[in-house]
């Protein structure tokens, strides 16, 4: 797809190879960031090739899914303020939805 200014993008989703592999890979005009969810890295590196920036991050894949649990379970419960706002969230589900739409995905 072609955005407004000439950006193109460009969402590809594979549920089928195996064994399965949950990356995410931006790439932009002088670098690009490859998220590796199962493996827990986050990986900069310039156009060149060379490596600006390598982390990991902590626990398991599941991990994420218990915290967010635990996070909702105490807001429901009066004891934390949400980590993201009802409004920005209802944005970013738009355009979650959005992008299902472009991909050609039920929404």
Known sequence: MIHPGGIVS???????T????????????DA?????????RLHLT???GVTLAEHSFPGAYA???IDEMRAFLACCRGEAAPAC???E??????R?????????LPS
């Open 10 to 16: 460009s969402v590809h989703v594979d549920f089928v």
């Open 18 to 29: 195996r064994p399965r592999r949950r990356h995410t890979l931006i790439v932009g005009t």
């Open 32 to 40: 690009a960031m490859r998220l590796d969810l199962d493996g827990r």
């Open 46 to 48: 310039r156009g060149d």
């Open 63 to 65: 991990d994420d899914y």
């Open 85 to 87: 706002p009802g409004r």
């Open 89 to 94: 969230a209802l944005a970013v589900l738009d």
């Open 96 to 104: 979650l939805i959005s992008a299902r739409r472009l991909a050609g």
